[in-house]
T-cell receptor, first 112, second 116 residues
């Protein structure tokens, strides 16, 4: 089955700096890659996703890049703010009704 | 905005007891997922329903866990008997296939289970 590895497990950045979280996946058939943000004690919420037919997607301060050849994808957060502090999960799926496999999470701390 | 509902939010039980969790997905969402999330880890899929049918329960410990979605709407996850290692957050999620974004999952608030 699919295996998703996520790095780093923790990340501390100064407010205003950029943060990058990286994930690798094992199943070359995977074609859907969502990112979820989970604040302490709250439910995971989708923040951005990308499909294998594109290499990059942006939404304001958040961007995701995908390298299908290397089977890795990354989340980029620019101009970080304290409210960005949370645990971020990457995930991979073949799509449709197929199982979504989550990474182990990255705890991001933005220091004011 | 519609949300996935779960109850109870918190459950404390003793080992060997039975526990049950309930989930009501967003109206119209045909796909329903139950995940277990251990502190510090990502969600792990336990069971996935498409309408009332199970499409993936490969990671469900079937000797003690059961799940049903009889009418294809709300769902119940049961553990009997509960073990200490079952202490975790149990998350329910739903999605609506068919719009090209069928994989987008919307999570409920979760049920935090503590087994003593």
């Amino acid at each position: 089955g699919e295996n998703v590895e996520q790095h780093p497990s923790t990340l501390s950045v100064q407010e205003g700096d950029s943060a990058v979280i990286k994930c690798t996946y094992s199943d070359s058939a995977s074609n859907y890659f969502p990112w979820y943000k989970q604040e302490l004690g709250k439910r995971p919420q989708l923040i951005i996703d990308i499909r294998s037919n594109v290499g990059e997607k942006k939404d304001q301060r958040i961007a995701v890049t995908l390298n299908k050849t290397a089977k890795h994808f990354s989340l980029h957060i620019t101009e970080t703010q304290p409210e960005d502090s949370a645990v971020y999960f990457c995930a991979a799926s073949i799509g449709g009704y197929q199982k979504v496999t989550f990474g182990t999470g990255t705890k991001l701390q933005v220091i004011p | 905005e519609a949300e996935v509902a779960q109850s109870p939010r918190y459950k404390i039980t003793e080992k060997s007891q039975a526990v049950a969790f309930w989930c009501d997905p967003i109206s119209g969402h045909a796909t329903l997922y139950w995940y277990r999330q251990i502190l510090g880890q990502g969600p792990e899929l336990l069971v996935q329903f498409q309408d009332e049918s199970v499409v993936d329960d490969s990671q469900l410990p079937k000797d003690r866990f059961s799940a049903e979605r009889l009418k294809g709407v709300d769902s119940t996850l049961k553990i009997q008997p509960a073990e200490l290692g079952d202490s975790a957050m149990y998350l329910c999620a739903s999605s609506y296939p068919g719009q090209g974004r069928g994989e987008t999952q919307y999570f409920g608030p979760g049920t935090r289970l503590l087994v003593l």
